[in-house]
C-alpha cells in the first residue's frame, strides 16, 4: 500500500460521487444556467435547492472537514485531506457543483476557522448554520489600494470602542458576497498598526445586515460574474459589532490566515485537476467528432500530441497535490507549506494550459458559450492570484529549498 492509497471508506464515497454526478450534476448543467440567467442573476437557485437534500441524504455532505480542525468529529465527515483529494477533484470538475455538497468556497475555509478558532457561541450562532447549508458566507481580506500578496499591507481598521468593535475599510473580491444567502463575513483588518508586522492583524465575524455594511459593485472575471455567488467590491463605514465576534483574539488575523488559507489552496488545487480532467476529455470527445482535411482530428498528429501533453501534465499537478495533502494530514499544514506553495503555482498554470488546448481544438466553438470551456479557464486564471499569487508561493518554495540544503538566507542577504 502506498502513501497515496486510498482508504475503503474513502473509495466507498468516491463511487457514490461519481454516480451522483452521472445522475444529477451533469444532465442539469444547462439547466442551472438557465436558472441563473431568468430573472434576477443574484437569487437563489431553486435546482441546488432541489440536488442538497439527495445529496446529504447519500452522506455527500460536509466532506471537507479534516479532523485536525475537528478533532472530536463534532461537524464533518473526519475525512484527512489525503481522502477528501479525490472527492474534491470530483466535485471540481463543474464549478458550482461543490455547493451541492456544502463543500464550496469561501464557506469551507471559513467554516474551518469557526471550528478551529471560534468560540462556542460564535459556532452556535455560524458554524451549525454553514454546516447545515441553511446559511452562506463570505471572506473579505483584499483591499482594492494596497497589494494584498502581502497581507500585513491591509489598510482597513477595527478598533475598539466599549463592548464593540467599530470597522472602517473598502474590500473588494469578497467571494460569496452577492449570494442572497449570504450572512456574514469574515473580516481581516488592523487592530493595532503599532504592533509587530505580523501582529498587527485581526479577523472578526461581521453579520453582512450590520448598518454600514453595504455591497458597492460584483466585479466581473473575463466578463463573467459567477452569479448566484459573485466576488463584491464592499464597503464598511463605522460598522459597530459585538466584541464577543473577534476570532481568536486581537493581533491573530495573520496567524489564522495562514491556518485557513492553507487547506483552502489545495482545495483549490484539488477542484483544478478536476477541471483539467474534463476539459480533456472535452477535448478528446471533440478530436473523434470533428473532421479536418478528410481525417477526425484525432487522426492528426498535432492534436494526439495535445492529448499527450495534457495528460502527462494533469498526472504530475495530481501527484503533488496528493504529497502536499499527505504531508498535511501527516506532518501539519506548517511543515507542508514548501508543497502547498509548489502546488499553488503548478494546479493552475498546469489548468490553463490544458484548457487552452481544448479550446483550440474546439476552435470557435470553444470560446463561446456553447462550452464550459470560457468559463473554466477565467476562473484557473484567477487561482493564479487567489490565496496568494504565482511569484509570492514560488518565493516560499525557493526559501524552503533553500532552508534544506542548509543556507541562511538572512546572512546571505546582509553580505
Request: proline fraction near 6%; charged fraction near 25%; hydrophobic fraction near 40%.
Amino acid at each position: 500500500m502506498t502513501m497515496f492509497d486510498t482508504t475503503p471508506r474513502a473509495g466507498e464515497l468516491r463511487e457514490r460521487l461519481l454516480k451522483f454526478m452521472d445522475e444529477h450534476i451533469y444532465p442539469n448543467e444547462a439547466e442551472f444556467h438557465r436558472q441563473v440567467n431568468t430573472g434576477d442573476r443574484w437569487a437563489h437557485v431553486p435546482l441546488l435547492d432541489d440536488l442538497k437534500p439527495r445529496a446529504r441524504a447519500q452522506g455527500l455532505w460536509n466532506l471537507f472537514l479534516p479532523p485536525a480542525s475537528d478533532p472530536q468529529g463534532r461537524f464533518g465527515a473526519g475525512l484527512s485531506n489525503l481522502e477528501y483529494a479525490g472527492l474534491c477533484e470530483i466535485m471540481g470538475r463543474v464549478w458550482w457543483a461543490p455547493e451541492v455538497f456544502n463543500c464550496s468556497a469561501p464557506d469551507t475555509g471559513n467554516m474551518e476557522v469557526i471550528a478551529r478558532y471560534g468560540t462556542p457561541e460564535q459556532q452556535e450562532q455560524w458554524l451549525l448554520p454553514l454546516l447545515n447549508g441553511d446559511i452562506r458566507s463570505a471572506f473579505s481580506m483584499t483591499e482594492p489600494q494596497v497589494a494584498s500578496s502581502d497581507a500585513t499591507n491591509i489598510e482597513a481598521q477595527i478598533v475598539r470602542d466599549g463592548d464593540d468593535y467599530v470597522i472602517n475599510g473598502r474590500k473588494w473580491w469578497t467571494s460569496g458576497a452577492g449570494d442572497s444567502r449570504c450572512r456574514v463575513s469574515i473580516f481581516m483588518g488592523k487592530t493595532d498598526p503599532h504592533a509587530e508586522r505580523h501582529l498587527q492583524q485581526s479577523m472578526i465575524l461581521v453579520p453582512l445586515d450590520a448598518p454600514g455594511v453595504k455591497v458597492e459593485r460584483a466585479l466581473q472575471v473575463f466578463g463573467f460574474d459567477d452569479a448566484p455567488h459573485g466576488h463584491m467590491e464592499m464597503s464598511f463605514e463605522n460598522v459597530r459589532v459585538p466584541a464577543s465576534n473577534m476570532l481568536l483574539g486581537e493581533g491573530r488575523g495573520f496567524e489564522i490566515a495562514q491556518g485557513r488559507l492553507g487547506p483552502g489552496r489545495i482545495h483549490h488545487c484539488m477542484r483544478l485537476v478536476g477541471q483539467a480532467e474534463r476539459a480533456l476529455e472535452l477535448m478528446i470527445r471533440r478530436s473523434t467528432r470533428r473532421v479536418a482535411f478528410g481525417k477526425p482530428l484525432a487522426a492528426h498528429q498535432h492534436t494526439r500530441e495535445l492529448i499527450a501533453q495534457s495528460r502527462m501534465e494533469i498526472d504530475q499537478a495530481r501527484l503533488l497535490t496528493l504529497k502536499a495533502a499527505h504531508m498535511m494530514d501527516t506532518v501539519g499544514n506548517k511543515a507542508a507549506r514548501g508543497e502547498i506553495a509548489a502546488i499553488k503555482v503548478v494546479a493552475p498554470n498546469m489548468a490553463l494550459r490544458v484548457i487552452d488546448r481544448a479550446i483550440q481544438v474546439y476552435g470557435g466553438e470553444g470560446v463561446c458559450q456553447d462550452t464550459p470551456l470560457p468559463m473554466m479557464y477565467a476562473q484557473a486564471r484567477t487561482l493564479r492570484l487567489a490565496d496568494g499569487p504565482d511569484i509570492v508561493h514560488a518565493e516560499t518554495v525557493a526559501k524552503e529549498e533553500l532552508r534544506r540544503q542548509g543556507v541562511d538566507l538572512r546572512a546571505l542577504s546582509r553580505r
